[in-house]
């Protein structure tokens, strides 16, 4: 099928499908409704009415904001803390949370990495109040110090063993096991990040592997290999530095400038040790300006490189983050004119890059407050819109390895059962939901694979943003 072919395909996907958002998911829980009964806005109106006295009135965000959870005058989706304030309010169930998590948000479970989660995931099982968990999520964080140590030789399985093993004690134990254990809060899911790491490891593999065969046909244009062979002191030369210096070499005449061009260029690409996240993106993403920097669609969304950076650091960026909260909490309860800690001072200077010696408690406070809002928005969690475009091409390269790239033998059902298994595979790992065809995300990468040929993100996006 040609490209053209996929497009209409793509599209006619939107035009045929209906995909589960949250709107629908919270329209559903507080509405009696007909399975696949078509939602009108009288009956969102209904919904948000019987959830707004459910909860008290309580206004967990603006009426404009939470009317549009309903679909009603916009669409937005809740994020988790206002999750976690509708379960206190409507005294959900732990499972119940998880539903609201999972299937409405369609992201991952209790995080319970993040000391607020396994806070909140208490309060829930132990039928608090949330002014009750932040409370105790304010004790707890007043046990935080600049210098602490982060840990990571406990997993999420671990962590929820030990929670489970504690989780009716009485809050003060509860918190002391948690203060005993502040170490281990990391803030995000290593499992997840693992595997994001990974799959962007194996990407570049194959991104140098068919780079490596390009640059071979190229450099089989030259007399390279003899030029190699006559100069033995080379040989240990790693392999760009050797063609680097032959293109510098007097064979100006049998090279062309522009097959030379070429050349360093697949050969700075194939063994360059710098960073390669930029190659990485490119083969899946777009550049994040311009035409594919916004979203039309509510879960296939383009990746930046800065964001691509941002879930890459994700654990330098939480380290920093808990530092200057206990930066935070620590002058927050000295007076203002007093001479700023050592232990402050060094961490300024690291966030900075210069000294602050002559500032007081006052100003390095309102510097990290202001530091701390701006970089909220880096502190991110790998989510599943991150980690399944990078399965789905590892899966179609592993496929096409199978096959030993001879499309003539491809198979629709059996390529697309590759990508389907080593995605639930990752999802399950990372306590997230398996693929589902009714979310939009899930539906437009198994849409991917055709009878007669296999589409990447990159693909998709260029069908759904580039009109």
């Excluded at 990495?113 to 608090?128: S, T, W």
């Excluded at 935070?328 to 900075?352: F, G, H, K, S, Y």
């Excluded at 500032?359 to 928005?377: A, Q, S």
């Amino acid at each position: 099928m040609e490209k053209c072919g996929f497009s209409q395909a793509l599209l006619q996907l939107y035009e045929e499908n209906h995909f589960m958002k949250f709107d629908e998911f919270i329209v559903r829980r507080f509405l009696e409704i007909t399975e696949g009964e078509p939602l009108t806005d009288r009956m969102r109106k209904t919904a948000y009415q019987n959830f707004y006295n459910s909860i008290g009135k309580v206004e967990i965000a603006s009426p404009v904001t939470m009317h549009r959870w309903f679909g009603l005058s916009g669409y937005a989706k809740p994020n988790r803390i206002h999750i976690f304030q509708m379960a206190f309010c409507l005294k959900l169930s732990r499972q119940q949370t998880e539903e609201y998590l999972l299937t409405g948000l369609n992201e991952n479970s209790f995080q319970i990495n993040d000391y607020h989660e396994m806070i909140y995931l208490y309060g829930i099982e132990n039928a608090m109040t949330f002014e009750q968990c932040q409370h105790m999520i304010d004790l707890f964080e007043k046990n935080l110090t600049t210098d602490m140590e982060i840990s990571y030789t406990r997993n999420t399985k671990q962590m929820m063993q030990q929670y489970e093993q504690r989780k009716s004690l009485p809050v003060n134990e509860f918190l002391l096991f948690m203060i005993d254990n502040i170490m281990y809060f990391k803030g995000y899911s290593n499992t997840a990040l693992a595997y994001l790491m990974e799959y962007r490891k194996q990407v570049l593999i194959y991104i140098r592997r068919e780079v490596g065969e390009r640059l071979e046909e190229l450099l089989n244009e030259t007399d390279y290999r003899k030029w190699k062979r006559k100069h033995m002191f080379s040989r240990k030369k790693d392999s760009y530095d050797l063609i680097r210096k032959y293109l510098k070499s007097n064979h100006k005449t049998t090279v062309s400038e522009m097959l030379a061009d070429n050349i360093l260029e697949l050969a700075k690409m194939a063994y360059s040790k710098l960073d390669n996240s930029s190659l990485v993106h490119d083969e899946l993403f777009f550049d994040g300006g311009g035409l594919y920097s916004k979203s039309k669609h509510s879960e296939v969304r383009n990746m930046t490189m800065k964001h691509m950076s941002d879930l890459l650091r994700v654990a330098e960026q939480k380290e920093q983050a808990v530092r200057i909260l206990a930066a935070i909490r620590m002058l927050e309860n000295v007076n203002e004119d007093t001479a700023c800690p050592p232990e402050v001072l060094e961490l300024l200077e690291q966030l900075t890059g210069e000294g602050k010696d002559g500032w007081n408690c006052g100003e390095v406070l309102i510097w990290l407050k202001h530091y701390k809002k701006e970089h909220k928005r880096r502190e991110l969690v790998v989510q599943r819109r991150d980690l399944l475009p990078f399965v789905l091409y590892v899966a179609q390269q592993r496929y096409l390895e199978q096959i030993n790239g001879d499309m003539e033998v491809y198979e629709q059902e059996v390529a697309r059962r590759m990508f389907q298994q080593a995605a639930d595979d990752v999802l399950t790992a990372c306590n997230m939901q398996p693929l589902q065809e009714n979310r939009e995300l899930d539906a437009v990468l198994l849409a991917c694979f055709r009878e007669d040929e296999m589409y990447g993100y990159q693909d998709v996006l260029e069908v759904l943003y580039g009109g």
